[in-house]
């Protein structure tokens, strides 16, 4: 290789290597400190010049330099990385007066040629030291034209504490970012849960936007400096993968709520948005930017991290260390949220019986809004307490409060979603859903609720499609109880069926897997399905089990005074599913009895028979 700094180039047998210039100069300087360890804030501080960027894009930089000198990190031929501490530039150089050698010795086949004009020894180190600095302080690139931005993602922080214990802190920070950006007007803003995939992620900035479905990426660092925070913030551009804006900001800890907020404002000024949405003006500052203690920010971090695994055990802890973070700090808003989240995810996943989970979480929510009711978790959270408890009205009154404060809140989305479908509008339901998807590709919670809608709209080839779409996405969480539902209503049984053995393998569960296929070898499909729910019927005997999950088995067998039975069951229960009573496709085997339409009006009250209307 050779490289001429006066000529700006990289070249190989005559043949130049297009680098972008700031790749370029990071070769130069590591060249002229050859065989020392260059740490990584020299290269930031020296290579990039007065501008401010993450260490990310250094080492982006870097891949991109050992990608056109065909090196990788593992045999370092060239570039070699220390781990955390930075760089080292470990080929030989021969200095030449001719950028064309070709008397060069052979065997030098790892040499980088440097032109010089008259240098000898140590001088030729200092000249190129001198050429480095010139070339760094030049204009780096024009200022680019701002483009427009009307969607982005916040990938995770990158932790630079030296502690990997600490990466539960950096992902409450990137939490409470993302938060403060879903208040800019016209913004939509990927959640948390479908960007957490992407930590230590080599891809492209291009390639995560695309993947995304986003214009701009939001990076940065967490460094810890004694009592203060460190945090290092850029802007990309996901359609050209180019810098566009970045700061450092430091902070007392106890101000994180100052230095999220300000990141947030000179973002929305970088994509010409105002820094709160519409009617959420004459917010307090000074009462929401007050000094927090630091150990409600650790417990509320640590608390996100074992909520998004989603296991029993996991969201038991999330919950011990939302009370925590509240008991410390009890004007924690989003802290009081996320604890009402976690309580309805107990109820939602069936760890704990529904009308616990509910007063949980309206206890909660009350909390977090009065807490501060411009955040608009609370908001959200109180939307689903009047939903499920049958207040369809308030439900959805609440959820158009929480949009106004975040207009990317996956959850008040889904609601509305709920409530369009109420109203019979059901193509603007499904649409808005798809809409959640692009906000949320990556998380359970907030693709599931499309299949679902589509499944009830009776559109089953677009809900199986949506389904297995969603298990691309999430590989870890098993859609076959699903595809068994609608093969069912599709009248294809033994897919339906294999689909059912397929999901009782997966849990382990030897019992319903031995029963549906007794059932079947007894009495064909609806044997199955008999089976299966004597098994739930036996089963809840000795631990929880949703009614409605019996009487959905005893439905699809064609026992109508079974499923009856337990869905009276299920409404005394306070199951979630029942609030979508007049549309689930496999309860059409009870629509005409008397005790059906009983059903509904203590699901719907007053509403009943207009939603049963609108339902088909």
Not at 50 to 66: G, H, Q
Not at 122 to 135: D, E, P, Q, T, Y
Not at 576 to 601: C, G, S, T
Request: hydrophobic share 40%; glycine share 6%; proline share 4%.
């Amino acid at each position: 290789f050779v490289v001429d700094p006066e000529a700006w180039r990289l070249s190989r047998k005559g043949q130049e290597i297009h680098l972008k210039p700031v790749v370029l100069r990071l070769l130069i300087y590591l060249i002229a400190n050859r065989g020392r360890l260059v740490s990584r804030q020299e290269l930031m501080d020296t290579v990039w010049g007065d501008t401010v960027i993450s260490e990310s894009a250094l080492t982006k930089a870097a891949a991109r330099l050992r990608k056109a000198l065909g090196d990788d990190s593992a045999t370092h031929r060239y570039l070699e990385t220390v781990h955390s501490r930075g760089y080292r530039f470990v080929a030989d150089v021969v200095e030449t007066d001719s950028a064309d050698q070709p008397g060069l010795p052979l065997g030098k086949t790892r040499a980088v040629t440097v032109r010089r004009a008259v240098l000898a020894g140590a001088a030729a180190i200092v000249a190129l030291l001198i050429l480095a600095v010139f070339w760094l302080r030049a204009p780096q690139h024009e200022t680019p034209q701002k483009e427009v931005v009307h969607s982005l993602a916040v990938l995770p922080l990158h932790n630079l504490t030296d502690d990997p214990a600490q990466d539960y802190y950096v992902d409450g920070l990137q939490d409470l970012l993302i938060t403060e950006l879903s208040q800019l007007p016209g913004l939509r803003v990927t959640s948390r849960q479908s960007t957490k995939r992407y930590r230590d992620s080599q891809l492209s900035a291009a390639d995560i936007a695309g993947e995304l479905g986003v214009e701009a990426l939001v990076e940065g660092s967490l460094l810890e400096k004694g009592s203060k925070v460190e945090l290092t913030i850029q802007l990309i551009d996901g359609r050209s993968d180019e810098h566009i804006w970045a700061e450092r900001y430091i902070r007392e800890t106890p101000y994180v709520f100052s230095l999220i907020s300000d990141m947030a404002n000179a973002i929305g000024a970088q994509i010409g948005s105002t820094t709160v949405s519409p009617g959420v003006e004459g917010v307090n500052r000074e009462e929401r930017m007050r000094p927090v203690d630091p150990r409600a920010i650790d417990a509320y971090s640590l608390g996100l991290t074992h909520m998004d695994r989603v296991t029993p055990d996991g969201i038991r802890f999330a919950i011990d260390q939302f009370e925590r973070a509240v008991e410390i700090e009890p004007e924690f808003a989003l802290a009081w949220g996320q604890l009402g989240a976690a309580h309805s995810m107990l109820g939602l996943y069936g760890y704990v019986p529904p009308r616990e989970s509910k007063e949980k979480l309206r206890a909660a929510v009350l909390h977090a809004i009065e807490a501060d009711n411009r955040i608009f978790i609370g908001h959200s959270g109180l939307g689903w307490v009047h939903w499920w408890t049958g207040d369809f009205d308030g439900g959805c009154e609440s959820f158009e409060e929480a949009l106004r404060f975040n207009p990317s809140a996956p959850y008040a989305i889904h609601g509305e979603a709920d409530c369009l479908m109420l109203e019979g509008r059901m193509d603007e339901s499904i649409a808005r859903l798809r809409e959640l998807v692009t906000i949320s590709p990556f998380s359970v919670m907030h693709s599931l609720p499309l299949p679902y809608h589509l499944y009830v709209a009776r559109r089953f080839d677009e809900a199986i499609t949506a389904a297995k779409e969603m298990q691309v996405r999430s590989p870890q969480f098993s859609m076959h109880w699903f595809l068994a539902k609608v093969y069912w209503q599709q009248g294809r049984f033994d897919a339906a069926l294999e689909e059912e053995r397929l999901e009782f393998e997966g849990r382990g569960d030897t019992i319903l897997l031995a029963a549906i296929d007794k059932g079947l070898d007894a009495a064909g499909p609806t044997g199955a399905m008999r089976a299966m729910a004597e098994a739930l019927v036996s089963r809840s005997r000795t631990s929880y089990v949703d009614p409605f999950d019996i009487a959905e088995a005893f439905a699809r067998a064609e026992m109508v005074d079974e499923a009856l039975y337990w869905l009276d069951k299920a409404v005394e229960h306070g199951s979630y599913k029942m609030n979508y009573l007049a549309f689930w496709p496999h309860l059409d085997v009870v629509r005409d009895d008397p005790r059906y339409q009983d059903l509904l009006e203590r699901v719907y009250g007053r509403k009943a028979q207009e939603i049963e209307q609108l339902s088909h």
